[in-house]
C-alpha cells in the first residue's frame, strides 16, 4: 500500500461530516470558521469566557485592538448571536457585553482546537521552517500517524 494513500492515518476511525457539493456557500463549517478564523474573534471569545466585560475593559484585555475594529467585531459576534450587548442607561452610556449561551456552548471545542494549537504551534513552525528553506523533513515527523 502506498504511504500516502493513507495520510489521515487513524481518521478513518472518526466520523467526519461531508461537506455540501456545491461549493461552499451552503457550507455550515466554512460559514462558522470564517467568523472564528478572522484575527479578532477567537481573542474577544475566550476574554468573554471568564465573565461579561464593559467595552473599554474588553479593549485593554484584548492587545493590539484598535476600538473601530472591537467594535466591528463585536457586531458581528452579536449578529451571529454568540455575544449579547447590554446599555445602561448612564451618561455616557455604559455598554457591556458577554457570551450567550450559543457562545458559551463553543468554548468546550474553541478550548480544544486552542489547546492543540499551543501543543502542536512548535512542530508547525519548524515544518514551516523546513518547508521553506527546502530541508527534507525527518522520516519519522512527516509520516502518518
Known amino acids: 500500500m502506498n504511504p500516502q494513500d493513507n495520510r489521515a ?3 478513518h476511525q472518526i466520523p467526519l461530516p461531508s461537506l455540501p457539493p456545491n461549493g461552499h456557500g451552503a457550507c455550515p463549517v466554512r460559514d462558522v470558521l470564517d467568523r472564528l478564523g478572522d ?3 477567537t481573542l474577544i471569545l475566550v476574554t468573554l469566557a471568564h465573565g461579561p466585560q ?7 484585555s484584548v492587545p493590539d485592538i ?4 472591537l467594535t466591528e467585531t463585536l457586531r458581528q ?3 451571529d448571536g454568540l455575544v449579547w450587548r447590554e446599555v445602561a442607561p448612564s451618561t455616557p452610556p455604559a ?3 458577554g457570551l450567550t449561551a450559543l457562545g458559551t456552548s463553543l468554548m ?3 478550548a480544544a482546537l486552542i489547546d492543540w494549537a499551543e501543543r502542536h504551534q512548535p512542530a508547525i513552525a519548524a515544518a514551516r521552517d523546513r518547508f521553506d528553506t527546502g530541508r527534507v ?9
Open 66 to 69: 484598535s476600538r473601530r475594529m
Open 39 to 41: 484575527k479578532w474573534s
Open 95 to 97: 455598554v457591556a457585553y
Open 108 to 110: 468546550p471545542p474553541l
Open 9 to 11: 492515518g487513524h481518521l
Open 137 to 145: 523533513a525527518p522520516e519519522e515527523e512527516s509520516r502518518p500517524a
Open 54 to 60: 464593559r467595552f473599554n475593559a474588553l479593549a485593554r
Open 77 to 79: 459576534l452579536e449578529r
